[in-house]
């Protein structure tokens, strides 16, 4: 990406996204993830996409256990941001020390403080440019808390152009 960004990668950087944490598992091996590519695809079936780096170990981890979760943060959730922007292959364990608990139908993990998430299991996987898009069926869900889910644009970040 380039430091100042041109027309066309502002026009595209211009759009609204929320930012969340994408949850992995394969075995015992959990990991969440910063993201801000992700949409719901379908109403029906209930079909969720995100689009994950070729190299992320998410990517690894969602081709081996065939699921990920989605958990939208509350405003002011930046630390948490930042420690989960950090590849696991630097990082090693990045759940540590941070809440989580395994989602109800494949385990994969679920951010504690999310305001709200879903967990879904992958129906379609293929590579699109320099990611690779993982549309899920959307199979369980919760809304946690009062806050509305913070958006890259509130945090100020940028994820695209
Ligand atoms: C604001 C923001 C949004 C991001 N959105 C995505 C995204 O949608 N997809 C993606 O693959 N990586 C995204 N990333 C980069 C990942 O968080 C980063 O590559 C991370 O190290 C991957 O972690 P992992 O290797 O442990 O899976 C984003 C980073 C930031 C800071």
């Not at 989605?70 to 590849?87: H, K, M, N």
């Not at 879903?118 to 996987?125: D, I, K």
């Not at 009062?146 to 644009?153: H, V, Y």
């Amino acid at each position: 990406m380039p430091e100042v960004p041109d027309a066309t990668a502002a026009a595209l950087l211009a759009q609204p996204y929320g930012v969340f944490l994408v949850g992995s598992r394969s075995g015992e091996d959990r990991n969440l993830m910063t993201a801000s590519w992700g949409s719901q695809c379908s109403f029906e079936p209930r079909l969720y996409t995100v689009f994950v780096e070729t190299d992320a170990h998410t990517r690894r981890l969602i081709d081996a256990g065939g699921a990920f979760s989605v958990c939208l943060v509350p405003p002011d959730s930046e630390q948490i941001l930042t420690q989960y922007t950090r590849p696991a292959e630097v990082a090693g364990d990045k759940l540590g020390d941070h809440h989580f608990f395994d989602a109800p139908n494949t385990g994969v993990p679920i951010y504690e403080g999310s305001v709200a998430w879903f967990e879904c299991r992958v129906v379609e996987a293929h590579p699109v440019g320099d990611h690779i898009q993982y549309t899920g069926e959307v199979i369980a869900g919760d809304v946690r808390g009062g806050d509305p889910a913070w958006t890259i644009q509130q945090l100020g970040w940028e994820y695209g152009g």
